[in-house]
T-cell receptor
Framework: NAGVTQTPKFRVLKTGQSMTLLCAQDMNHEYMYWYRQDPGMGLRLIHYSVGEGTTAKGEVPDGYNVSRLKKQNFLLGLESAAPSQTSVYFC????????????FGSGTQLSVL | LAKTTQPISMDSYEGQEVNITCSHNNIATNDYITWYQQFPSQGPRFIIQGYKTKVTNEVASLFIPADRKSSTLSLPRVSLSDTAVYYCLVGGGYNTNAGKSTFGDGTTLTVKP
C-alpha cells in the first residue's frame, strides 16, 4: 500500500518554463489537495478537488492550474514558472468526511531560477 | 475560515511531558480538531483527532474543553525523536467545508537531551 505518491521529488526550472507535478493515491479517497510550504512556514492550500472531474481554488491559486481526470490522480501545473514559486509542494488526500484525516505525500522540492 | 493560533516554538527535555495549546475561537459545530506532526523534508503525519472531551492513543492525548474554543495536545515523556513541527487543524472535508481550514505556522518543538 503506497498511500500518496508524488513525482518528481526534485526539479529545477528556469523562469518561464512549464511543468506538471503528479500526485497519485491508492486509498480510493474522494478529496485531494495541493499545498506549498515555504521555508519556516506552514502549509498553504493551492487548489483542491472534492471528486473526479472537480477542482477548486484554495488560498494561493494564482500561477497554478490543476486537473483531476481520474479519481486517483491530481495534477498540478505551472504554465510559466516564476522564482516566487520556489517551494516544497505537498499533495494530500482524504475521505472528505467531517472527521477527515489528511494523508500526505513526501513532497516535491521545486527551484525556479 | 477556521483559523488557529499556536505558540511558535517550545523547548523541552527528554522524559518530560509537553503540552501544546491551540486556540480556535471560530470553530463550527461540525468541525473536528486534528493534530499533525511534521519532520524536516517530510509531509505532515496524522497524530490524533477529537471532537470533544479527551482522546488518547498510543502516542498522545488530546484535551478539548466544553466550549471547544481551544485544544491541548499532550505528549507524554518526550524523546529527541519528537523534535518536529506540530500543527493544529480545525474543520476541513465534507462539501462546503472542503479547503476552508488552514494549517497556520505550527509549533516547533525542540527536545533537548
Amino acid at each position: 500500500n503506497a498511500g500518496v505518491t508524488q513525482t518528481p521529488k526534485f526539479r529545477v526550472l528556469k523562469t518561464g518554463q512549464s511543468m506538471t507535478l503528479l500526485c497519485a493515491q491508492d486509498m480510493n479517497h474522494e478529496y485531494m489537495y495541493w499545498y506549498r510550504q515555504d521555508p519556516g512556514m506552514g502549509l498553504r492550500l493551492i487548489h483542491y478537488s472534492v471528486g473526479e472531474g472537480t477542482t477548486a481554488k484554495g488560498e494561493v491559486p494564482d500561477g497554478y492550474n490543476v486537473s483531476r481526470l481520474k479519481k486517483q490522480n491530481f495534477l498540478l501545473g505551472l504554465e510559466s514558472a516564476a522564482p516566487s514559486q520556489t517551494s516544497v509542494y505537498f499533495c494530500a488526500s482524504s475521505t472528505g468526511q467531517n472527521n477527515e484525516k489528511l494523508f500526505f505525500g513526501s513532497g516535491t522540492q521545486l527551484s525556479v531560477l | 475560515l477556521a483559523k488557529t493560533t499556536q505558540p511558535i516554538s517550545m523547548d523541552s527535555y527528554e522524559g518530560q511531558e509537553v503540552n501544546i495549546t491551540c486556540s480556535h475561537n471560530n470553530i463550527a459545530t461540525n468541525d473536528y480538531i486534528t493534530w499533525y506532526q511534521q519532520f524536516p523534508s517530510q509531509g505532515p503525519r496524522f497524530i490524533i483527532q477529537g471532537y470533544k472531551t479527551k482522546v488518547t492513543n498510543e502516542v498522545a492525548s488530546l484535551f478539548i474543553p466544553a466550549d471547544r474554543k481551544s485544544s491541548t495536545l499532550s505528549l507524554p515523556r518526550v524523546s529527541l525523536s519528537d523534535t518536529a513541527v506540530y500543527y493544529c487543524l480545525v474543520g476541513g472535508g465534507y462539501n462546503t467545508n472542503a479547503g476552508k481550514s488552514t494549517f497556520g505556522d505550527g509549533t516547533t518543538l525542540t527536545v533537548k537531551p
